[in-house]
């Protein structure tokens, strides 16, 4: 989006400047790119329209933030899960309590890794994995681009050891590292996911997170540590709602800039944005704005909005688009900010299409709206169950939250790993029934409860064959009954 910038009088409407996070934030990353704190004047139709660009490239960085600040920085957060640069893991799957990650995968337990790299180094651990057990890691930056993957797909079950370095990393790959790793970014994550085969197989679990292992390059290298980068002074984030309309949300997006030097595609971009005080640098406080200009930014963020409505009407509900284009490396997504966007409002930490795929269903057959008043079958007819190398399953998200919906027999999915316990149909496929109220006690094997009210469905491929990712695999609809 072309922006013009006019030559205004003094008394003309600007942005006023932040005066409140600055002060602590020596410690953010030395070749993060300076932005003017004196933005030129622009009228508010240009900062609206500025305001809407930056919000579409900015929601997953804040996000991705607000995220990161729940698991690794607020310790009275009943979601924190621990410190940086240690992996915390879970031995269990998510449940409707679980609500920090919009549209949470219940299939795998999770370990997480917040990666502080501004330091050095981390030198992540990978135990021997069994053959038939399907794990992986996968690396999101700041932007929340998947950057890297180490698991069953990409380096296999045979363990190792890689190093995850931040962008301001010189060195060369030490001996006895399998491969180096590199953020654009640097606070990173690592979501660990270890599949669960049963309750039975917990215990195995707890003994693969347990090796799942991170330590500083120096203490790998057995050699004296550097001098720690100071301490950061995270700033509380804003709660999803408030992140939708509040202008407070580009004072959050400045601050996490501020872990992310620019990237040569995207340096004219920031400067366009830095005309509002928007950038590592910038002067954006949302308390000092004219009533004209708070308009402004307030009305941007509505168009963004408005645009990824659009997106979701015109091209998610009618299959066009969808998880493939969304997830992925920032070659993959091409400078699509708005694809990426919609990945983090419709699933943040989405993965890459090679390492799984997400068909979702929000309307049924007819292109009505899914909703727990009605009954409906979702059918897989025989030989037609999802293609895939590790396993498949089918989530029920109540919404809008898009999270997992409490229920009386406390299922929130079906998965293969489940088929030995489902009924079959007599032709050999798969029927189940999806709604709020039990289908029957012949029939409540393969129940997949709906809440009361509107609800969508996530069909997940985990290592998906070829026949899924080029199209020769089809998805069933979800049926009306």
Known sequence: MKIRVLLMAAAMIVVAGCSGQASDQSQSSSSSPSSSTTPAPVTPEEARAIAKEAYIYGFPIVDNYRVQYTYFVDKQDPQYKGGWNQVHSTARVFTPEDTTVQTPNSDTPYSALGADLRTEPLVLTVPPIQQDRYYSLQFVDGYTSNFAYVGSRTTGNGGGKYLLAGPDWKGEKPAGIDEVIRSDTELAMVLYRT???????????????????AAPLSVFLNQPSPAPAPPIDFVPPLTPDQQRTSPQFFEILNFALRFAPTLPEEAQLR????????????????????????????GGMA???AELDALKKNDIDTGKVGSAQFFGTRQDLKGNYLYRMAGAVFGIYGNTAAEALYPSFTNDSTGVPLTGANNYTFRFPKGQLPPVNAFWSLTVYELPQSMLVANPINRYLINSPMLPSLVADPDGGYTFYIQNSSPGLDREANW????????????????PKPDALNGTWKPPQPQKV
């Open 271 to 298: 400067e366009r944005f830095a005309k509002i005080g928007i950038g590592p640098d910038g002067n954006f406080d949302a308390e000092k704005l004219s009533p004209e200009m708070r308009t402004a930014i307030e």
């Open 448 to 463: 997949l409860p709906a809440p009361k009210g509107p609800f969508s469905l996530v069909l997940r491929l985990y290592w």
């Open 303 to 305: 168009d963004a909005w």
């Open 195 to 213: 599949q669960l085969f049963g309750p039975s197989d917990i215990d195995e679990v707890k003994k693969i997170q347990a090796g799942y292992q």
